[in-house]
């Protein structure tokens, strides 16, 4: 009954694998698009750089960077069970890297971006679906 279970999660997680992936990729453009905007802007230049934009865009790359290694190793861990602990170190770090965004946007007067948000669920889902397949392998 172990061996169903563990396969259970290992589909699980390498369905949701592929989710973090597409959704870390559509982030990632999301967020160099927000940072060149906010280089690129003409008005910027006279008015200053509109910080809040930047640190938005520097969060979002950096987030779902984080969360496209997520899927990348959740891809691995889905086939060997062992490298669950790294996924879910990882994930925990993409919880980090998203409420520190999410800090830093509120800090600069940004509001508080729903890519940030979704990427925060996207990677606690990941830390419990790690801790799942890190528990039945044992």
């Known amino acids: 009954m172990a061996v169903e279970q563990t396969s259970t999660i290992s ?5 949701f694998s592929y989710l973090l992936m597409i959704c870390g990729l559509f982030g990632l453009a999301v967020g160099a698009v927000v940072i ?10 006279a008015t200053g750089l509109p910080l809040s934009a930047l640190v938005l865009g520097v969060a979002a ?11 990348v190793l959740g891809r691995a861990a889905s086939r060997n069970p062992g490298r669950s602990a790294a996924l879910r170190s990882l994930a925990l ?7 520190f965004g999410l800090g830093l ?11 940030l948000i979704f990427n925060l669920l996207l ?3 990941c830390v419990v679906i790690a801790g799942n397949l890190g528990k039945s392998v044992q």
Do not use: E, K
């Not at 950096?62 to 290694?69: E, R």
């Open 105 to 115: 946007c509120y800090a600069t007067g940004g509001q508080l971006p729903t890519s």
């Open 123 to 125: 990677m606690a889902i």
């Open 93 to 99: 770090a993409g919880v980090v890297a998203s409420v």
């Open 36 to 45: 060149y905007g906010a280089l690129a802007d003409g008005a910027a230049a």
């Open 11 to 15: 589909w699980y997680l390498r369905m």
């Open 61 to 71: 790359a950096v987030a779902n960077g984080i969360t496209i290694a997520a899927g």
